[in-house]
């Protein structure tokens, strides 16, 4: 009996689950959660998603020995990409494609196969308005109300992601907030750096936290430890509100990204490391992440051309940087081709070799 099979035999799908049929979805955003018919849970990668499926990674299993739990159901954690890669070709081949757009693998879940959608800023509004939350909700309720509060910027605009939006989290979990929106995003960050600097409930990691973060991330990155707490120097996007860890992310609103499936195209060149001087950070908050370079120099692989930019997808590389800074970076080499124009640009977090760091 495979995995997918025993998870019908042993953990029923709840009927009510049925009428949050949510697949018809017009704008699937990171951050987003997803089921697909077996219980499993994934969460939606990037802003980018083909007509009839949604590009996402397994986050949590149905598992009868799992260590967390929703009501009757026990579920386990898959942390890693690899961990992630193993259990998808096992279980379910036909999620990973071979896409023509990113020209690379990606996981996309079939939009018929998904049953539920889980939305952050839904999540947040249930827990404001909520007479009953637990202890980490709570945390969630405050963490939301200051920041509001002090940024002037709507509750309505905050998201909640992680084990939270799925009620999966345990007394050990952190929090995950996200912001909406260009303009409440630069003034949330804003406001956290002031923040940051009153060391009051809302405070910066110290070097034993960072220490742990770091040692929590060496499963899918491989960084060296002085250069990751270099980095980590003036970055308000990881803190600690009152003894919890916080990670928040900052995405723009879906009227504001330009890009569209199929009408932008990426063409894998293979992989380079480099080093450049950041002349534009105002999009490096964001995830997906973006830093413009100039006087860029390739150390290991080689470039057709001239390499304008670093963009990621994973919220661990954004804001690491700001103008004038000198980055180092490995990554995948993509040409990307629009109806206007054709760059190069280094992609990084694809694997667990990649990197970016601030070299000053």
């Known amino acids: 009996m495979t995995l997918k099979q025993s998870i019908f035999s042993l953990v029923l799908i709840p009927l009510r689950h049925f009428h949050r049929m949510e697949h018809r979805k017009e704008h699937w955003m990171e951050g987003d959660f997803l089921e697909n018919l077996d ?37 386990r ?44 800023k839904r999540k947040v509004q249930e827990i404001l308005h909520s007479s009953s939350v637990d202890a980490l909700k709570l945390k969630v309720r405050e963490f939301v109300e200051e920041i509001s509060s002090l940024s002037n910027v709507t509750t309505r605009c905050f998201g909640v992601s992680g084990s939270i ?38 405070r910066s990691l ?44 900052f995405l723009k609103n879906p009227e504001e990204i330009e890009e569209e499936y199929g009408k ?17 950070a105002r999009e490096s908050i964001f995830t997906p992440c973006r ?15 001239e390499i304008r930019e670093v963009c990621s997808y994973r919220s661990r590389f954004c804001d690491i940087a700001k103008e004038g800074s000198i980055i180092r970076a490995r990554g995948k080499l993509e040409k990307v081709i629009t109806r206007e124009e054709e760059f190069l640009r280094v992609l990084v977090g694809g694997k667990r070799t990649h990197f970016m760091v601030r070299l000053s």
């Open 39 to 75: 219980g499993v849970i994934f969460d939606v990668k990037g802003n980018l998603h083909p007509k009839d499926s949604v590009v996402a990674f397994v986050r949590y299993v149905p598992d009868p020995k799992g260590d967390r739990r929703r009501e009757s159901r026990r579920y």
């Open 77 to 120: 954690k898959i942390q890693s990409l690899a961990e992630k890669m193993e259990f998808l070709r096992k279980n379910y081949p036909h999620y990973l494609v071979m896409d023509p757009v990113f020209d690379e693998e990606v996981c996309e879940v079939p939009k018929d196969e998904i049953i539920r959608f889980y939305d952050p």
């Open 165 to 202: 939006l799925v009620d999966l989290h345990t007394t050990k979990s952190d929090i995950d907030p996200i912001v909406y929106g260009s303009d409440n995003c630069y003034r949330v960050h804003e406001t956290l750096m002031e923040l940051h600097k009153q060391s009051g409930r809302i």
């Open 206 to 249: 110290n070097r034993g936290e960072l220490q742990d973060l770091y040692r929590s991330k060496l499963r899918d990155t491989l960084l060296d430890p002085e250069a990751f707490l270099r980095s980590m120097e003036g970055r308000v996007m990881e803190g600690i509100f009152e003894g919890i860890l916080y990670s928040i992310r």
């Open 264 to 280: 932008i195209r990426f063409k894998n060149m293979g992989e380079v490391e480099i080093e450049g001087k950041v002349v534009d």
């Open 291 to 305: 830093y413009v370079l100039k006087d860029v120099k390739v150390v290991i692989g080689s470039t057709p051309g």
